[in-house]
C-alpha cells in the first residue's frame, strides 16, 4: 500500500537554529498538508498546499513557518528559528481524491533544546 | 467554525468485548465527512473508517463500525471482538466538503485513550 514518508523520524536542534522537516508523499496525490502534534494535546492544522502554493493555513502557521515542494517529489517544512513550544509531533499528509481521508505519514518528532 | 468533542479522554474493554467511542462535532455544514483516526504507541496516524455525511448508511470496516446521527451531530465508534492491537489514541475528526466552499483542513477531536485488558 502506498505510504508516506517523512524524514527524519526524530531531530534534535538547539533554540534559535533553522531545521527542515521533509515528506515524500504518495505519487499521484495532488494535496498535500502539515499538522502538528503537540505532546499529549490534540493534532492540529498547520497548513495546506496545491499546485505550487499554500492553499490554506492557520493561526499557527506564522512567517517562522514556509513550506515548499522543490522537485515535484519532496515536500518540505522549514521552521526559522526554533522555539522550546515548537516540539511537537510534525505529521505530513497527503490526498488524492477529495472524497477520501488523508494519509499521514508516520511523523517527525522534533525537539527543540 | 467547526468543533469535535469526544467526552471520554480515556477507554477500557476487555479482549474480545465490545467498546463504543463516542464523538459529538457543531457544524453549521449540511455535507461535509468524518474519519476515525488511530493513533498506537508508535504515533503514526491511521485511518480507521470515514463517513460521507450524505450517506444515511452507517460505515463498517471489518470489526469497526459507526454509528452515525446526522441530526444529533454524533459520530461514534464500535469496535467489536477487541484485540490487544486495538490499544491506541483515537481520534474524531471533521472536513468539509470543498464544493460547498469549505476548508482542506481537518478539525480532530481531542483523543480517546482506549486500553484494552487481556
Known amino acids: 500500500e502506498p505510504e508516506v514518508t517523512q524524514t527524519p523520524s526524530h531531530q534534535v536542534t538547539q533554540m534559535g537554529q533553522e531545521v527542515i522537516l521533509r515528506c515524500v508523499p504518495i505519487s499521484n496525490h495532488l494535496y498535500f498538508y502539515w499538522y502538528r502534534q503537540i505532546l499529549g494535546q490534540k493534532v492540529e492544522f498547520l497548513v495546506s498546499f496545491y499546485n505550487n502554493e499554500i492553499s490554506e493555513k492557520s493561526e499557527i502557521f506564522d512567517d517562522q513557518f514556509s513550506v515548499e515542494r522543490p522537485d515535484g517529489s519532496n515536500f518540505t517544512l522549514k521552521i526559522r528559528s526554533t522555539k522550546l513550544e515548537d516540539s511537537a509531533m510534525y505529521f505530513c499528509?497527503?490526498?488524492?481524491?477529495?472524497?477520501?481521508?488523508?494519509?499521514f505519514g508516520s511523523g517527525t518528532r522534533l525537539t527543540v533544546v | 467554525a467547526q468543533t469535535v468533542t469526544q467526552s471520554q479522554p480515556e477507554m477500557s474493554v476487555q479482549e474480545a468485548e465490545t467498546v463504543t467511542l463516542s464523538c459529538t462535532y457543531d457544524?453549521?455544514?449540511?455535507?461535509?465527512?468524518l474519519f476515525w483516526y488511530k493513533q498506537p504507541p508508535s504515533r503514526q496516524m491511521i485511518l480507521v473508517i470515514r463517513q460521507e455525511a450524505y450517506k444515511q448508511q452507517n460505515a463498517t470496516e471489518n470489526r469497526f463500525s459507526v454509528n452515525f446521527q446526522k441530526a444529533a451531530k454524533s459520530f461514534s465508534l464500535k469496535i467489536s471482538d477487541s484485540q490487544l492491537g486495538d490499544a491506541a489514541m483515537y481520534f474524531c475528526a471533521y472536513r468539509s466538503l470543498l464544493t460547498q466552499g469549505g476548508s482542506e483542513k481537518l478539525v480532530f477531536g481531542k483523543g480517546t485513550k482506549l486500553t484494552v485488558n487481556p
Open positions: 499528509a497527503s490526498s488524492g481524491p477529495r472524497i477520501y481521508g488523508y494519509t
Open positions: 457544524t453549521s455544514e449540511s455535507d461535509y465527512y
